[in-house]
């Protein structure tokens, strides 16, 4: 009923930049959280960045200061700005959409998008 489509990954040198977008759609009402988490090869799931639907933000330590997340409410889209990348950063970054109100039916729900690769190599 929901989908989350990710766009924006790829291969960048250290020190570039990449700007991720995700938009949901489906019979949505209201979301509360968007956000971005990340897998690396032989690592758990982590978390990234999210934004709430009144512009809270979160941060992971490891990104603060290079990644900016932001949101558009009226487009269900979420964006992630990845500055001053570094090869730690290589992974298959996830959309997330939390505490998602449906039209047809009760209940909040929670989605994952399919994930897209980031690759910082040079």
């Known amino acids: 009923q929901v989908q989350l489509e990710e766009s924006g990954g790829g291969l960048v040198q250290p020190g570039g930049s990449l700007r991720l977008s995700c938009e949901a759609s489906?019979?949505?009402?209201?979301?509360?959280?968007m956000g971005w988490y990340r897998q690396a090869p032989g690592k758990q799931r982590e978390l990234v960045a999210t934004c709430t639907s009144d512009g809270a933000t979160r941060y992971a330590d490891s990104v603060r200061g290079r990644f900016t997340i932001s949101r558009d409410n009226n487009k269900s889209t979420v964006y992630l700005q990845m500055n001053s990348l570094k090869a730690e950063d290589t992974a298959v970054y996830y959309c997330n959409a939390e505490k998602v109100r449906l039209v047809v039916k009760p209940g909040e729900y929670d989605y994952w998008g399919q994930g897209t690769q980031v690759t910082v190599s040079s």
């Open positions: 489906g019979n949505i009402f209201s979301i509360h959280t």
